[in-house]
């Protein structure tokens, strides 16, 4: 926590970059871009990564010791991601999600990572992901990549994303996050706008839509989906950019706010592109330039703001009761190790690495 602000972390991934897990020649490409994102979002020296000690299999302890020990963050909301295009385990295995719940129960959401859009076997996936390991929610993406063709993957495509999301429904599921704004590879931009979006919040209400890395690009069309009470804004990627781009974090944060979205908007730092440490420093000091409240019509960034992006929203979105959780966690193993104070950036990881050498 920081003060008494509960943290959830809506998106962190067990990223697996090793060559060994590339599915085609192109991953190498998507790799550097990978690399070169995590010296985009790191400003703090004290939080870059060697090459050496980013391109690999990070381990599901990695990705929690390092959440949990080393920031504030309170809860993980680990993503799978089906991106068998250009790895083979989808580049961050759901399973990881599982290594992590099965250590923290109460601190730890599940995404379970699927692709309705090719052939038949989403169709068991989804029942494996519900009924046998129960996710929290899906999570989908925009297109694939085919030997150099971009294969759009829309939600609102009536005989792919359709079903698909009834499906999810039937069997309980309340939230599908789908991953926008960043195109993936050598492909074309357009599937990773927002252009499906909108049919399918109001076809489905009763399901919730996150729409992943909001505020990156497509923002003026993003925010028109605020009008939708069942989309929700998780800023993956986008909040390290407080560090570099303070600026233009400021000014998609006043859009999203200013469009009435301030509610449904969610912290996902990312990990492991970039540490969190210095990014949540960041935004409990950030004060909203004059010049965007006066511009967008918002009010000053206030700590009840602060409180319900850092985690009341994630909660909400999920049914999770605050003070029953932060009473599950007063005095679990990981509240007491945060009581003796946080380590240093990227300590846990690197002295297995080193003891492993």
């Known amino acids: 926590m920081i003060g008494d602000i509960i943290v959830v972390d809506g998106t962190a991934h067990g990223y697996n970059w090793a060559p060994s897990n590339w599915a085609i020649p192109v991953a190498a490409s998507t790799t550097a871009a990978g690399w070169g994102l995590h010296h985009l979002l790191t400003t703090d020296p004290a939080c870059f990564l060697t090459e050496e000690e980013y391109v690999r299999d990070w381990p599901a302890e990695d990705v929690s010791d390092t959440l949990f020990f080393e920031t504030a963050t309170d809860v993980i909301c680990h993503h799978g991601t089906p991106i068998f295009d ?94 926008k704004g960043i195109p993936f590879g050598p492909v074309r931009s357009e599937p990773y706008g927002v252009s499906d979006v909108p049919e399918v919040l109001a076809v489905f209400p009763e399901m919730n839509f996150e729409v992943v890395h909001s505020g990156w690009a497509f923002v003026e069309d993003t925010t ?26 400021a000014e998609f944060l006043a859009a999203l706010i200013g469009s009435g979205g301030a509610d449904r908007i969610i912290y996902a730092s990312g990990m492991t592109a970039a540490h969190p440490k210095p990014v949540l420093k960041a935004f409990m000091d950030l004060e909203m330039p004059e010049d965007l409240i006066e511009g967008f019509g918002i009010p000053p960034l206030s700590t009840e703001l602060k409180r319900g992006i850092l985690g009341e929203n994630f909660l909400r979105l999920h049914g999770i009761d605050s003070a029953a959780l932060r009473a599950k966690i007063a005095d679990d193993d990981v509240a007491k190790r945060k009581a003796e104070g946080l380590a240093e950036p990227w300590s846990h990881m690197r002295g297995r690495l080193n003891a492993a050498s």
């Not at 929610?137 to 085919?146: C, I």
């Open 86 to 179: 250009f790895y083979k385990d989808g580049h961050s295995d759901t399973a990881k999600g599982f290594e992590i719940r099965e250590r923290y129960p109460n601190r730890t959401i599940v995404y379970g990572a699927i692709n309705p859009f090719l052939g038949d076997r989403w169709k068991d996936d989804i029942e494996y992901l519900v009924e046998e390991q129960k996710v929290d929610g899906l999570k989908v993406y925009a297109a694939r990549y085919e030997e150099g063709r971009t294969i759009a993957q829309r939600l609102d495509d009536p005989e792919l994303g359709y079903p698909f999301i009834q499906r999810a429904l039937e069997l309980g599921v309340k939230v599908i996050a789908t991953h």
């Open 224 to 249: 028109f989906l605020a009008f939708f009470q069942n989309c929700w804004f998780n800023l993956e990627t986008c909040f390290p950019l407080i560090g570099r781009q303070p600026r233009r974090f």
